[in-house]
């Protein structure tokens, strides 16, 4: 009798909550994720226990500039966080340790549904780090420049030359310390590779990006360069686990 009266609360509980989520997903986040992630600038850094949400955002978007690329890497990220995976920088991970698992503590489909709201609504408009002149306010996420607008010789990486000189403009301000290094690290062609958001390139996916490039460089009437002298993934792939996480990535091509 009573465990059924359990499993009947916890059903109701749940069906609550799925209901509840849908309309408001900034209570989720203030249920599940603000305890950590705080939503405001913070006044006294050393009590902070995750990075705060603005500057977590601001890293997601800047390696996951689509809304739709940036929400399936949180959601992956949220319920099987690795060091691999991570996108900012190993000294937060060292400062606050690796983001516990929310796997339980919330739904696929309430995580969706946060991870959205989080991209409309953080970095704030008004948030220091994106203190810039017209043009280049709220609105500027979306009008961002495409992959190979950056790439101008075409050939499927961003040069330091090419990325600096737009991306410098408007990551100098406010980062945080935490991920100064970030800056340097030319991340955004990383997530090129990574098809499915997942955090990780498989040799599938390298060949996929390689083979579709040759094929717009073929249809611009472009000569085809020579398929080998791009770095094979087993190069790239320096512990030979079959996937290529951001760092060897980073490492070969930054
Ligand atoms: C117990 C504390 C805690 C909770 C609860 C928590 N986080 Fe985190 N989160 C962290 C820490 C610590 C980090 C930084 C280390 C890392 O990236 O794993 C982090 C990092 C992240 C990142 C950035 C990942 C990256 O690679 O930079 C995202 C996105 C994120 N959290 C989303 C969420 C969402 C959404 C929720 C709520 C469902 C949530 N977190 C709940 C502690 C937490």
Redesign the pocket.
């Known amino acids: 009798m009573k465990t059924k009266q359990i499993v009947v609360l916890i059903g109701t509980l749940g069906l609550a909550t799925s209901l509840f989520a849908s309309k408001d997903a900034e209570k989720?986040?203030d249920a599940?994720?603000a305890?950590?992630?705080i939503k405001t600038m913070p006044t006294n850094k050393t009590k902070l226990?995750?990075?705060p949400l603005m500057g977590?955002m601001r890293?997601?978007k800047m390696a996951y500039p689509k809304k739709k690329d940036a929400v399936a890497f949180?959601v992956n990220?949220?319920q099987n966080?690795t060091k691999e995976?991570?996108?900012?920088m190993q000294q937060?991970?060292a400062r606050?340790?690796?983001?516990?698992s929310?796997k339980g503590?919330?739904t696929p489909k309430e995580?969706k549904e946060?991870?959205e709201w989080?991209f409309d609504n953080f970095p704030p408009a008004n948030f220091r780090g994106r203190g810039m002149k017209n043009g280049m306010r709220s609105g500027s996420m979306r009008h961002r420049p495409t992959f190979s607008s950056f790439d101008t010789n075409g050939d499927g990486k961003i040069t330091p030359d090419e990325f600096t000189a737009f991306q410098n403009a408007r990551m100098q301000s406010k980062m945080g310390k935490k991920c100064q290094g970030m800056r340097k690290k030319r991340r955004p062609s990383f997530a090129y590779f990574d098809l499915n958001k997942d955090g990780v390139i498989t040799k599938e996916e390298l060949l996929k990006v390689r083979a579709k490039k040759q094929e717009a460089r073929a249809k611009a009437g472009y000569p085809m360069r020579n398929a080998a002298n791009a770095p094979s993934f087993e190069s790239i792939d320096t512990n030979s686990d079959g996937k290529i996480t951001p760092d060897e990535f980073n490492s070969r091509f930054n």
């Open positions: 989720i986040f599940k994720c305890m950590c992630h226990i995750a990075p977590v890293h997601v949180m990220y949220v966080p995976k991570a996108i900012c937060k991970i606050f340790g690796l983001m516990p929310q503590n919330i995580l946060v991870s989080m």
